[in-house]
Nanobody, 122 residues
Framework: QVQLVESGGGLVQAGVSLRLSCAAS????????MAWFRQAPGKERESVAA????????TYADSVKGRFTISRDVAKNTVSLQMNNLKPADTAVYYC???????????????WGQGTQVTVSS
C-alpha cells in the first residue's frame, strides 16, 4: 500500500508561482510512476502532469506546458509540481497519484491523495 499526502495549495493571485508537494509513505515508490491530476468545480478530473519512476520521462497537459514542471525525489519518496504564471483557469483541487510504471499513457493510477485546493484569483 502507498499513502499519498499533498501539501502546498492555497489562494494566490494570477501570475504568481506555487509549488505542490506529495509525500509517499507505506512503501518505497521506486518503480511507480507519479502524477498530478486536478478537478475544477463541475468538471471532470484531468491529468496535469506525470513522471516515470526514474524521472526520465514526463508528460504534461497542453494547458500547462511551459508553466508547470513535475519532478520527483526517489530517495525522499516525494513528487513535486512547480506551477508558474498561474491563471484563474488553474483553480482546482489538485491530486497526487501513483501507479506501477507501465508507460505513462497506460499506467493504472491505483493510489490517490486526498487533494489540495489551489485557487487563483484574477
Amino acid at each position: 500500500q502507498v499513502q499519498l499526502v499533498e501539501s502546498g495549495g492555497g489562494l494566490v493571485q494570477a501570475g504568481v508561482s506555487l509549488r505542490l508537494s506529495c509525500a509517499a509513505s507505506g512503501r518505497t515508490i521506486t518503480g511507480y510512476a507519479m502524477a498530478w491530476f486536478r478537478q475544477a468545480p463541475g468538471k471532470e478530473r484531468e491529468s496535469v502532469a506525470a513522471i516515470s519512476w526514474s524521472g526520465g520521462r514526463t508528460t504534461y497537459a497542453d494547458s500547462v506546458k511551459g508553466r508547470f514542471t513535475i519532478s520527483r525525489d526517489v530517495a525522499k519518496n516525494t513528487v513535486s509540481l512547480q506551477m508558474n504564471n498561474l491563471k484563474p483557469a488553474d483553480t482546482a483541487v489538485y491530486y497526487c497519484a501513483a501507479g506501477w510504471d507501465t508507460g505513462l499513457a497506460s499506467t493504472n493510477w491505483n493510489y490517490w491523495g486526498q487533494g489540495t485546493q489551489v485557487t487563483v484569483s484574477s
